[in-house]
């Protein structure tokens, strides 16, 4: 069942062979078995070092992590699945980056939809101010179409899962330790909406492992793997967001922060992001969208339609469809109660928010239109 598994195992306990290599030889040669017999000059080509092609060449294979795996992995609660970096549901931009992780443990559901996905990471210990800044981008973010993927850590990363929960839309998480294994206690229930919403929660390390300082820069390079760009919140200059960006920045991906106050070291890291030019100063999603290119933008969501190059993004699927009648022609309260079937006192409402956001603007003879503002 879980062959390319096994083959991957055989791979990764020959020392001095990197997963980049084993993923390159097994894609060809299929079994660990079959790779040993490689004459040495193709094994140079797939960057295997002597020293490596002598240890390849006297392995001694056995399965004992496998079935151990295959066990603990049957023992686990329904809905903790198994993939491998060779099969079809393996994350499109992980798959990607140099050196991708050769498997990976997930509960949930994986979807093509996280080709089009975002990180958004910062401090642990969150000020209240990038608690609100966190969940608001997070939010608009996910109402544009794309996924949010983070660390599902306290502070910033579950404020970035909760914010495109707030919206209803898909989150990912990737753990710095074995799927089975719980991090801290405040993340079960982030952990528990993510998965029942049709998000999922994803391990690169093997059932049991616990967290430790190896994991998380692992997880780190996973989560901005998997992303087009990293969103930088709150960050000391020794954050762990900032190896975040620097995976990213090594990746080709797009590194976006917030800016914070100049003077308090809390904010030192991601402030000396926006300074040296490795990360752009964002002050709205408009900032983040505008970076990607049109493949990109012409997947984001409906909720987000450009007026005059302003990004517009819905709270539900009424202010949209009241937005897309706006679009067309101004119209007064009871033409839109008719287009609509909203009676007036609600669809009111509706407006006043749409008015508050500055989407719509009120009229003479109460009219509404579309905002140039």
């Given at each position: 069942?879980?062959?390319?598994?096994?083959?991957?195992?055989?791979?990764?306990?020959?020392?001095?062979?990197?997963?980049?290599?084993?993923?390159?030889?097994?894609?060809?040669?299929?079994?660990?078995?079959?790779?040993?017999?490689?004459?040495?000059?193709?094994?140079?080509?797939?960057?295997?070092?002597?020293?490596?092609?002598?240890?390849?060449?006297?392995?001694?294979?056995?399965?004992?992590?496998?079935?151990?795996?295959?066990?603990?992995?049957?023992?686990?609660?329904?809905?903790?699945?198994?993939?491998?970096?060779?099969?079809?549901?393996?994350?499109?931009?992980?798959?990607?980056?140099?050196?991708?992780?050769?498997?990976?443990?997930?509960?949930?559901?994986?979807?093509?939809?996280?080709?089009?996905?975002?990180?958004?990471?910062?401090?642990?210990?969150?000020?209240?101010?990038?608690?609100?800044?966190?969940?608001?981008?997070?939010?608009?973010?996910?109402?544009?179409?794309?996924?949010?993927?983070?660390?599902?850590?306290?502070?910033?990363?579950?404020?970035?899962?909760?914010?495109?929960?707030?919206?209803?839309?898909?989150?990912?998480?990737?753990?710095?330790?074995?799927?089975?294994?719980?991090?801290?206690?405040?993340?079960?229930?982030?952990r528990k909406k993510i998965v029942d919403s049709g998000g999922a929660v994803l391990s690169p390390f093997l059932i049991d492992?616990?967290?430790?300082?190896?994991?998380?820069?692992?997880?780190?390079?996973?989560?901005?793997?998997?992303?087009?760009?990293?969103?930088?919140?709150?960050?000391?200059?020794?954050?762990?967001?900032?190896?975040?960006?620097?995976?990213?920045?090594?990746?080709?991906?797009?590194?976006?922060?917030?800016?914070?106050?100049?003077?308090?070291?809390?904010?030192?890291?991601?402030?000396?992001?926006?300074?040296?030019?490795?990360?752009?100063?964002?002050m709205g999603i408009d900032d983040i969208i505008e970076e990607f290119p049109d493949r990109i933008r012409n997947l984001i969501?409906?909720?987000?339609?450009?007026?005059?190059?302003?990004?517009?993004?819905?709270?539900?699927?009424?202010?949209?469809?009241?937005?897309?009648?706006?679009?067309?022609?101004?119209?007064?309260?009871?033409?839109?109660?008719?287009?609509?079937?909203?009676?007036?006192?609600?669809?009111?409402?509706?407006?006043?928010?749409?008015?508050?956001?500055?989407?719509?603007?009120?009229?003479?003879?109460?009219?509404?239109?579309?905002?140039?503002?």
């Open positions: 069942m879980h062959d390319k598994f096994r083959e991957l195992l055989r791979m990764e306990s020959v020392n001095m062979v990197t997963s980049s290599s084993a993923i390159k030889l097994l894609e060809k040669y299929k079994t660990a078995e079959d790779c040993r017999e490689v004459g040495d000059e193709e094994l140079y080509g797939y960057g295997v070092s002597r020293n490596g092609i002598n240890n390849l060449r006297s392995a001694k294979f056995n399965d004992e992590v496998y079935n151990d795996q295959m066990e603990k992995l049957n023992d686990l609660k329904d809905g903790i699945n198994l993939i491998t970096v060779f099969d079809e549901l393996y994350p499109a931009n992980l798959k990607n980056i140099y050196d991708p992780p050769p498997y990976l443990f997930y509960e949930g559901i994986l979807s093509e939809k996280d080709d089009i996905s975002i990180a958004v990471v910062g401090s642990r210990s969150l000020s209240r101010s990038g608690s609100y800044t966190v969940i608001k981008l997070s939010r608009e973010l996910a109402m544009a179409g794309f996924v949010i993927v983070s660390g599902l850590a306290m502070g910033a990363d579950t404020a970035a899962h909760n914010g495109a929960l707030d919206v209803e839309k898909r989150t990912v998480a990737v753990l710095g330790s074995g799927i089975n294994m719980e991090v801290n206690v405040s993340s079960r229930n982030t492992t616990e967290p430790a300082k190896y994991t998380f820069p692992a997880r780190n390079r996973i989560i901005s793997g998997m992303s087009l760009g990293v969103v930088i919140a709150e960050a000391k200059k020794d954050s762990g967001s900032l190896i975040t960006a620097n995976f990213a920045l090594e990746q080709g991906k797009e590194v976006f922060a917030v800016p914070n106050e100049i003077f308090n070291p809390k904010y030192e890291g991601g402030n000396n992001l926006i300074k040296t030019g490795q990360a752009k100063l964002i969501s409906p909720a987000v339609r450009n007026i005059e190059n302003k990004s517009v993004c819905f709270n539900n699927e009424t202010e949209e469809k009241i937005f897309n009648i706006l679009v067309e022609k101004k119209m007064n309260v009871d033409e839109l109660s008719e287009q609509t079937g909203i009676d007036t006192g609600t669809l009111m409402g509706v407006l006043f928010m749409l008015e508050m956001n500055k989407i719509i603007a009120r009229e003479p003879n109460n009219f509404f239109s579309i905002s140039r503002k």
